[in-house]
């Protein structure tokens, strides 16, 4: 069953974790010093807080999925869709090692599709929303290969 994902850049992590805290009913599922993470069931969303971009607002949306057959739909429905695509593969990224690929639509909203393969220790980056995110900073054209 696929969930949908947002990411949230904020300042201040704690003010932000007892606002969804409260919201959501629910305490973080994960937690570190830069980052927080609900998995909620209902809403069937992992909302994300983080600090480590510089301007706080709406980070990037995602879908993540429970498994290959899953993720390959989705990943039909990126090229679908007809933006630029950025095949990441496997990768560690937000605390979570993961396989992924990222799109932007036409506004320049970064979206991506991932399956969770586990935890990690460290943040980690992901290269292709790394690049996408710049390219779209400087105003330019967000096309990956």
Same mark, same amino acid.
């Given at each position: ?25 629910? !305490? ?8 927080? *993470?609900?998995?909620?069931? &209902? @809403?069937?969303?992992? #909302? ?41 593969? !496997? ?8 396989? *992924?690929?990222?799109?932007? &639509? @036409?506004?320049?909203? #970064? ?20 690049d996408m995110f710049a390219k779209a900073d400087r105003g330019d054209a967000v096309c990956c290969?």
């Open positions: 069953m696929k969930r949908l994902h947002v990411s949230l850049s904020v300042r201040d992590l704690e003010a932000a974790v007892g606002f969804y805290s409260g919201m959501f009913a629910a !305490e973080p599922t994960v937690r570190k010093d830069d980052y927080a *993470k609900w998995m909620l069931d &209902d @809403p069937r969303v992992n #909302f994300v807080v983080q600090t480590r971009d510089d301007k706080p607002g709406l980070s990037h949306f995602g879908i993540q999925v429970d498994d290959q057959a899953e993720l390959s739909e989705v990943y039909g429905r990126l090229r679908e869709a007809g933006g630029p695509i950025h095949d990441t593969g !496997e990768t560690v990224c937000c605390y979570a090692k993961s396989e *992924k690929n990222w799109t932007a &639509d @036409p506004d320049g909203t #970064f979206w991506e599709a991932f399956l969770t393969l586990g935890d990690a220790t460290t943040y980690g980056t992901d290269a292709g929303f790394d290969s």
